[in-house]
């Protein structure tokens, strides 16, 4: 158990059953009274819920299959909760989803589906839940954005401006909340190894997404930094000194310095896939 970590009355985490989702749930189990745990996948929830009870026996775990780019499947979800009586505390609006490949080459389905994640339902369960966390006057909304946010990334056109979105919503969200006592931070990391590299691979792509060992950060480091950065009630976290120091040369250089350098990726031709 984390001491310094306020204990939360109740967590909710979207994207639960891998990568980041689920460490935010291992890392909370001990700080909180409920957790609640959403993803598509119920076997994973399943399982994780009972790891979670293994490390914390007084902890409820609610755990809810849902399409989260499903609008009907939301706003049932969001009615349940309330049928459960659950008042979250605290969002971990994590579930997001990338596809790596030239924009012109991408299929607009899989695009919808990240636009609908990475922005529809984060702002949607953000907009759901605020409400009664600024009536009792306490409560945290943690976003995972990314790195990602502050940059174009030719071959991630769509997904660094979903997490554009994402950076500036929160930003903006936190000024108005001010004085609340409800706080809004939005995660920044850089690389980090879970399933995010293989659902946003094109059916076609059998190589890597490119990228330096060196700039990955372990999802526990991530999670813990971010989890510290609410206590600090931090507007954003760069998890890692790498990414730290990455996040702050990208902020000084101007725009054109940023085209050129991104503009030198090793362009990947549709002959080369
Ligand atoms: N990994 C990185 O390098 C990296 C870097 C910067 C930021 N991020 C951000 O970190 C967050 C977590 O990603 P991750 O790296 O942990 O990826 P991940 O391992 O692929 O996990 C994504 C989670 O989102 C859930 N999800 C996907 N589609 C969903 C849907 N339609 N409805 C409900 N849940 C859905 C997945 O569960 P189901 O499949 O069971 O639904 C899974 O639990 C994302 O917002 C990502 O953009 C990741």
């Given at each position: 158990?984390?001491?310094?970590?306020?204990?939360?009355?109740?967590?909710?985490?979207?994207?639960?059953?891998?990568?980041?989702?689920?460490?935010?749930?291992?890392?909370?189990?001990?700080?909180?009274?409920?957790?609640?745990?959403?993803?598509?996948?119920?076997?994973?929830?399943?399982?994780?819920?009972?790891?979670?009870?293994?490390?914390?026996?007084?902890?409820?775990?609610?755990?809810?299959?849902?399409?989260?780019?499903?609008?009907?499947?939301?706003?049932?979800?969001?009615?349940?909760?309330?049928?459960?009586?659950?008042?979250?505390?605290?969002?971990?609006n994590n579930a997001g989803m990338g596809d790596y490949g030239e924009f012109v080459q991408?299929?607009?389905?899989?695009?919808?589906?990240?636009?609908?994640?990475?922005?529809?339902?984060?702002?949607?369960?953000?907009?759901?839940?605020?409400?009664?966390?600024?009536?009792?006057?306490?409560?945290?909304?943690?976003?995972?954005?990314?790195?990602?946010?502050?940059?174009?990334?030719?071959?991630?056109?769509?997904?660094?401006?979903?997490?554009?979105?994402?950076?500036?919503?929160?930003?903006?969200?936190?000024?108005?909340?001010?004085?609340?006592?409800?706080?809004?931070?939005?995660?920044?990391?850089?690389?980090?190894?879970?399933?995010?590299?293989?659902?946003?691979?094109?059916?076609?792509?059998?190589?890597?997404?490119?990228?330096?060992?060196?700039?990955?950060?372990?999802?526990?480091?991530?999670?813990?930094?971010?989890?510290?950065?609410?206590?600090?009630?931090?507007?954003?976290?760069?998890?890692?000194?790498?990414i730290g120091l990455a996040a702050a040369a990208i902020s000084l250089l101007p725009v054109?310095?940023?085209?050129?350098?991104?503009?030198?990726?090793?362009?990947?031709?549709?002959?080369?896939?």
């Amino acid at each position: 158990m984390t001491e310094s970590y306020p204990l939360y009355r109740s967590a909710l985490i979207t994207g639960a059953s891998a990568g980041l989702g689920e460490e935010f749930a291992l890392q909370l189990a001990e700080n909180c009274h409920q957790i609640i745990l959403v993803a598509r996948r119920s076997d994973k929830l399943h399982e994780l819920a009972s790891e979670l009870r293994k490390r914390n026996p007084n902890l409820d775990v609610l755990h809810f299959a849902v399409d989260l780019t499903n609008q009907q499947e939301r706003e049932d979800f969001i009615t349940l909760l309330v049928e459960h009586g659950a008042q979250p505390d605290l969002l971990v609006n994590n579930a997001g989803m990338g596809d790596y490949g030239e924009f012109v080459q991408a299929e607009w389905p899989k695009l919808e589906q990240m636009l609908k994640l990475n922005i529809n339902a984060l702002t949607h369960l953000t907009h759901a839940l605020l409400p009664k966390m600024i009536e009792s006057g306490s409560g945290a909304i943690l976003n995972v954005s990314s790195l990602a946010s502050i940059l174009p990334i030719p071959d991630f056109a769509v997904y660094a401006a979903t997490k554009a979105y994402v950076t500036s919503f929160t930003e903006a969200i936190r000024m108005e909340l001010k004085g609340t006592g409800v706080n809004a931070l939005a995660l920044c990391p850089g690389p980090v190894h879970t399933e995010f590299g293989s659902v946003a691979m094109r059916d076609d792509q059998q190589n890597k997404i490119p990228g330096k060992e060196f700039f990955y950060t372990p999802k526990e480091q991530v999670v813990a930094e971010a989890l510290d950065g609410l206590v600090k009630d931090r507007a954003r976290v760069y998890p890692g000194w790498k990414i730290g120091l990455a996040a702050a040369a990208i902020s000084l250089l101007p725009v054109v310095a940023i085209r050129l350098i991104m503009g030198t990726r090793p362009r990947k031709l549709p002959t080369d896939v």
